[in-house]
């Protein structure tokens, strides 16, 4: 589908993050000039298997690369800043500006894929302008799970764009950490908000998301009635609930060890930028740490989402080099599943039982909150902005209806919302709003050190090979005297025990032996490919009457004359 983007029109598009909760990233257009929004990951579905991560397509920036001006970054979170290197990989040249603490994480993201030098990079906060020709970007302090948020203002000659960011409105956010700045909102909805597109990850909460504080209540009643080790794992960019926790140990005298490299790097990226106020002494590695008594320990790691490699998990499994559950080990999940998650979280959960520990987790126990705003908040940001239109982004499709329900109850008229696709354009002046147009917006898979190199053929072969197994059949044919010189011999991978199954085999042998022979009945010889066929058709149909499975058929023919 063709775009027509009219020269005084304002064109705003995803590349990311609708339809979905992750690989956020959104563009606002006018004429040669582009504002990127966000440029995340998406963690894969159990159904991608052997992909690390999806990414977005980014061709259409690739195309109008002259055009970008800047990447904007709201926050650092994974599904916002995750797909940075591999934009880069395409588009070196963009500046990049971030806050603190997404600066930070972004860097070290840079220095593992050796784009650190090479990269320009800005730090930004909410009093920052970035102004181009055409384009002006201005900020706003929000709160969510992790510091320096903002949403972000794009002011066009048609009228400013709000991106909200991920946000809720924690008005006693934990620390040193500002509340969210409602006058500013306020007074941008005075200016006159010509669209808001605003975070919906949180629209089926009919209720205002509890502040951060709530869950600092709840660990000081747990800490304190906890006799042995404590061992709390959350994500590891949530420094507020890690400088709660810390704070609450350190109240109750124990010691913090920190394992997990990304929860060890948010301790020191924490601690430099004044979000963590931990002292050295506070602080133990290993060797202390086995010498202290019981109730003296906090042990901060990764793994609250059931991950195999990180620590808890290998605690948990008991192939961690330098903890073990102990007798009266206490463990605090403190984030709940993620979507695709609750398998891993629960088999990390058994095995921590099975070990001897006691487990804490869920909303019943009140250690985790949302970084998200519920329907209020939603509400209320609707109310402050006063947008002429409205496009939910940040969410799958029944988010983003419900959250144009809120807009519309909000004094914003069903027909000036929006619910999008990644890659559709919405185009935009003073006084109308049209969609424009589409690109593909596809998702790209990152698989090992791979981009872009697997796709659904790859996938369906390996959800085949997981499922059913694989049959090779092994043969040596002479092509010009129509003879088979040796074989065929089937091998098993992953569909039965060859040792328990030899009748079956047999069977299979004697069809694709009459198989190929039938293929050299023919006046002409037959090629390969033929040959091929026809012994993948015999096996399909033999083996699934036989077993009711469908495995992977591998012909490999040797050529006797090669």
């Known amino acids: 589908m063709a775009i027509h983007i009219k020269n005084n029109e304002v064109a705003v598009f995803a590349i990311g993050g609708l339809g979905e909760i992750g690989k956020n990233m959104y563009g606002i257009q006018f004429q040669d000039e582009i504002v990127v929004i966000d440029a995340g990951i998406k963690f894969p579905e159990d159904d991608l298997l052997g992909v690390d991560y999806v990414i977005s397509d980014y061709q259409y920036l690739v195309k109008n690369r002259s055009k970008i001006k800047a990447l904007v970054i709201t926050h650092g979170h994974e599904d916002h800043i995750g797909g940075i290197p591999f934009l880069l990989q395409q588009l070196p040249e963009i500046p990049i500006y971030a806050g603190p603490l997404a600066l930070a994480l972004i860097k070290s993201k840079l220095e593992e894929h050796n784009q650190l030098r090479t990269t320009e990079l800005h730090e930004l906060n909410e009093d920052s302008e970035l102004k181009f020709r055409k384009l002006s970007v201005t900020f706003f302090r929000t709160t969510h799970s992790i510091p320096d948020t903002l949403g972000v203002a794009v002011h066009t000659p048609q009228g400013i764009i709000i991106q909200t960011g991920d946000y809720k409105f924690d008005l006693t956010p934990v620390g040193d950490q500002p509340a969210p700045n409602l006058q500013r909102m306020a007074k941008l909805g005075s200016e006159g908000v010509l669209l ?32 042995g080790r404590i061992i709390f794992a959350t994500f590891a960019s949530n420094i ?5 926790a810390s704070e609450t140990a350190m109240a109750n005298g124990r010691k913090i060890a920190v394992f997990g490299r990304s929860m060890e790097a948010a301790m020191v990226n924490g601690r430099e930028l004044g979000y963590l106020h931990i002292p050295d002494d506070a602080m133990v590695d290993v060797n202390t740490l086995n010498h202290l008594p019981a109730n003296k320990v906090l042990i901060l790691c990764t793994g609250s989402q059931g991950e195999p490699m990180a620590a808890l998990s290998r605690i948990a499994a008991g192939t961690h080099r330098q903890i073990h559950i102990q007798p009266g080990d206490t463990v605090v999940f403190s984030s709940n599943p993620i979507p695709g998650n609750t398998t891993s979280v629960n088999h990390t959960i058994n095995l921590l039982e099975e070990a001897g520990a006691h487990v804490i987790h869920g909303k019943v126990n009140n250690v985790h909150t949302s970084g998200h705003g519920g329907q209020e908040e939603q509400k209320l940001m ?25 807009a519309e109850l909000c004094g914003v008229p069903k027909d000036r919302s929006f619910i999008m696709e990644n ?34 053929m790859v996938l369906k072969d390996r959800r085949v090979l997981s499922e059913e197994g694989l ?67 015999t096996l399909q149909d033999f083996l699934f009457t036989k077993t009711e499975r469908h495995p992977m058929i591998l012909p490999m023919l040797v050529n006797a004359k090669a």
Do not use: C, W
Request: charge should be negative; glycine fraction near 8%.
């Open 423 to 456: 890659g559709d354009v919405l185009a935009l002046t003073k006084d109308s709003a049209r969609i424009a147009g589409h690109f593909a917006a596809d998702d790209v898979y990152v698989d090992g050190s791979g981009v872009g190199d697997v796709g659904s």
């Open 471 to 537: 049959v090779v059949v092994v043969a040596t044919i002479d092509y010009q005297h129509g003879d088979i010189l040796a074989g065929p011999d089937i091998l098993s991978r992953g569909f039965v025990y060859m040792r328990e199954s030899g009748e079956l085999i047999s069977q299979a042998q004697r069809r694709v032996f009459r198989a190929i022979r039938t293929t050299f009945k023919g006046d002409t010889p037959p090629t390969e490919g033929a040959i091929r066929d026809a012994i993948t058709d």
């Open 196 to 227: 808001l597109m605003s975070d919906s990850t949180n629209a089926e909460i009919p209720t205002f998301t509890k502040s951060e504080r709530f869950v600092g209540n709840s660990l000081r009643h747990i800490f304190e009635k906890i006799e």
């Open 240 to 244: 507020s609930r890690i400088a709660q």
């Open 382 to 406: 609707l109310r402050l902005m006063k947008p002429e239109y409205f496009m939910p982004i940040h969410g799958e499709y029944r988010m983003l209806r419900i959250h144009t329900d809120l």
